[in-house]
């Protein structure tokens, strides 16, 4: 099938078509405004999905050199995410299904990050073991098929990106943080300062302790220091991006092993992070397990993993009821 897919759940506006399971393009505008503001403001983003929707449509069209006659359906994000996202794209998506006569697809955000490991090989086999790392999630998921999928584990507070982020505006890096810290990281000792690893039974996880370690820990050190963050930043950054990895990795060890899964995936955007890479490779190999990491336009948030979900519901005929709504909370399994 021919397939239009929409994303916009939070601050990217995204369009790709895709057909017979091949990205044929893949558009995503990022919204800028957010930054002066240290984080995504809700009316800000759908007002942008509002302005740059339609020229990003017509964008992957262009580039795929695909006439919408030619379109089998149209797939949109249906959640989870921030509402008035979330309607910019549903409204669109449903609108020119209909205006087409073409099937729609609804497609679940946090499925469609997962399935971004089958728009290009290597892809994993089935059954494997899928941790998502991003802006608003950390889950572990056990994924039977493209359509099987059970969360054995997630955060119980902050999400890693979070964690990432909200480290960062304490060391008083730019907003979003995760790629400044990361940056700084690659020239710091990751053991100078040690922080608590979030302890959490079964697979969850926890954030929210390191968060407030950190900030208690530069408020004495800048007491005594006022130049402290300055003079210690690559060391900082490492020691928080060391913690965050080893809380990632302790419990998808332990899922992995439980659950006797040694195709390992990454997913989200914290999944550009090059410590979390580079340690996930060197655990696996150690293991002797395989792992995969999807490229980096993949990972963050675009409608090319939506359009990959939408392929397999396709086939699957799992389709869309014209009056479908957006689900800011909608789970997984
Ligand atoms: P969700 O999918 O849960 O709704 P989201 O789609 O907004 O969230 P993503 O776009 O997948 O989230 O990821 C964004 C997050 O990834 C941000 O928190 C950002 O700081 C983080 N991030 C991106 N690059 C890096 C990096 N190199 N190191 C650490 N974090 C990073
Ligand atoms: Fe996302």
Redesign the pocket.
């Known amino acids: 099938p021919v397939i239009l897919a929409i994303e916009s759940?939070?601050d990217d506006t995204s369009a790709a078509v895709m057909a017979g399971g091949e990205i044929l393009a893949n558009v995503v505008a990022t919204q800028q405004v957010h930054e002066q503001y240290g984080g995504v403001v809700p009316e800000l983003a759908s007002r942008a999905h509002q302005q740059h929707l339609i020229p990003v449509v017509q964008e992957a069209l262009r580039r795929a050199k695909v006439d919408k006659s030619a379109l089998d359906a149209v797939a949109f994000t249906q959640g989870?995410?921030l509402l008035g996202s979330l309607l910019v794209g549903s409204m669109f998506a449903k609108t020119f299904a209909q205006a087409l006569d073409k099937p729609l697809i609804a497609v679940n955000?946090?499925r469609a990050?997962i399935l971004a490991h089958f728009i290009r090989a290597p892809r994993p086999a089935f059954p494997f073991l899928c941790l998502t790392v991003?802006?608003?999630?950390t889950q572990l998921v056990v994924v039977r098929s493209p359509m099987d999928m059970q969360v054995i584990g997630q955060t119980i507070d902050d999400?890693a990106?979070?964690a990432?982020?909200k480290t960062a505006k304490l060391l008083g890096l730019p907003y979003?943080?995760?790629?400044h810290?990361?940056k700084q990281a690659k020239l710091g000792n990751p053991t100078r300062f040690p922080f608590p690893v979030g302890a959490m039974p079964g697979y969850d996880f926890s954030f929210s302790g390191l968060k407030t370690s950190v900030l208690y820990f530069l408020r004495q050190q800048t007491a005594q220091n006022p130049d402290f963050v300055a003079e210690n930043l690559p060391d900082l950054c490492a020691s928080i991006q060391h913690t965050i990895i080893q809380t990632l990795l302790r419990q998808l060890v332990r899922a992995a092993q439980d659950n006797n899964l040694t195709q390992i995936a990454l997913a989200?955007?914290?999944a550009?992070?090059?410590g979390l890479r580079a340690a996930l490779t060197e655990l696996t190999a150690e293991k002797g397990w395989e792992v995969f990491i999807p490229d980096f336009e993949f990972?963050?948030?675009n409608a090319g993993m939506v359009a990959m979900t939408a392929h397999f519901q396709y086939q699957a005929g799992d389709f869309a009821e014209p009056l479908v709504s957006p689900d800011p909370r909608l789970k997984l399994t």
């Open positions: 759940s939070c989870p995410g955000h946090m990050h991003s802006g608003g999630h999400a990106g979070e990432f982020d979003p943080g995760g790629p810290l990361d989200g955007g914290v550009a992070n090059s990972c963050t948030d």
